[in-house]
């Protein structure tokens, strides 16, 4: 069972590629609809690029997807819920509060947030022993393998996000004090930092840049905090430096739902084929 919207819709799909019956749930009907049509474009592409996941065809998972605008009939019988409404405290609250009253004591409940801590979302949870956030990669279908990463105390972002916030931080510091443009900022990110880091982490790489870990803090942790103390404030992202880092962008693909969505498909197709190289070369 997934509670809609564009992660939800990914996580459908996952769920489906691996042979699970999945319920979409929305109060408008016309989301279901054009969630359901949406899949399924998605699935057949999918197919016929050979990038479908797992051993069914692309019909029968289809097959496993459905709808429902009633809360409570979409829930019976589920084994997982997955949440996917916006980053919005309340409305999550009011979402699991309405889960709580008609869910049994089996059934996993499970958010989407990327920013917002668990125990404000699930407090006063009659059922809050069996509820998780399991916030997955942007989009899910294409990240998942699976690789869970168990946070071993709550923290604001939990820690993708705030690895995330943090490149996007210094990123927009370094355009917005004219140091580089945002085409080449991404450029370093691209082809530079991420080739690495799509196989490796940046504690593994420092272990690998010297002779290991303790050798790399004796060479350059003083390096790394004098550059470090020249970090600026937080950026408020606005201004001219928004303009001119949409306008970078509008260049390279132009904001309109066409363009930007056959760039996500590019994007994806990416992703599958990443995917598909690092489970190879784990095979190895």
Not at 131 to 149: D, E, F, M
Not at 252 to 269: K, N, T
Request: proline letters at 4%; a neutral charge; charged letters at 20%.
């Amino acid at each position: 069972f997934c509670i809609l919207g564009l992660i939800g819709r990914s996580w459908a799909m996952l769920f489906a590629s691996g042979g699970f019956k999945v319920k979409l749930y929305d109060i408008e009907k016309q989301q279901i609809t054009n969630a359901l049509e949406n899949i399924r474009k998605e699935i057949k592409t999918l197919e016929q690029s050979g990038l479908l996941k797992g051993s069914l065809s692309s019909d029968q998972q289809l097959a496993l997807i459905s709808g429902c605008t009633d809360l409570k009939m979409a829930v019976e019988g589920a084994m997982h819920i997955q949440e996917c409404t916006p980053e919005n405290l309340e409305l999550k609250k009011k979402v699991f509060s309405q889960l709580d009253l008609i869910v049994d004591d089996k059934v996993v409940l499970s958010s989407s947030t990327s920013c917002l801590l668990p125990s404000k979302i699930f407090s006063g949870l009659k059922h809050v022993k069996q509820c998780i956030v399991a916030h997955p990669v942007n989009p899910p279908y294409y990240k998942i393998g699976l690789s869970p990463v168990r946070i071993l105390k709550e923290i604001d972002g939990m820690i993708l996000t705030r690895i995330q916030y943090a490149i996007i931080s210094e990123a927009w510091r370094l355009v917005d004090e004219g140091l580089v443009s945002p085409s080449d900022l991404d450029t370093v990110m691209s082809d530079g930092l991420g080739m690495r880091y799509a196989f490796i982490g940046p504690l593994e790489t420092m272990h690998l840049n010297a002779e290991g870990m303790l050798n790399y803090c004796e060479r350059y942790s003083e390096g790394m905090k004098h550059v470090l103390k020249t970090f600026g404030p937080i950026p408020d992202f606005s201004g001219a430096t928004l303009e001119n880092v949409h306008q970078a962008m509008c260049a390279h693909i132009p904001a309109d739902p066409a363009h930007l969505a056959a760039r996500r498909q590019w994007r994806d197709e990416c992703l599958m084929k990443l995917a598909k190289l690092k489970s190879q070369m784990q095979a190895e």
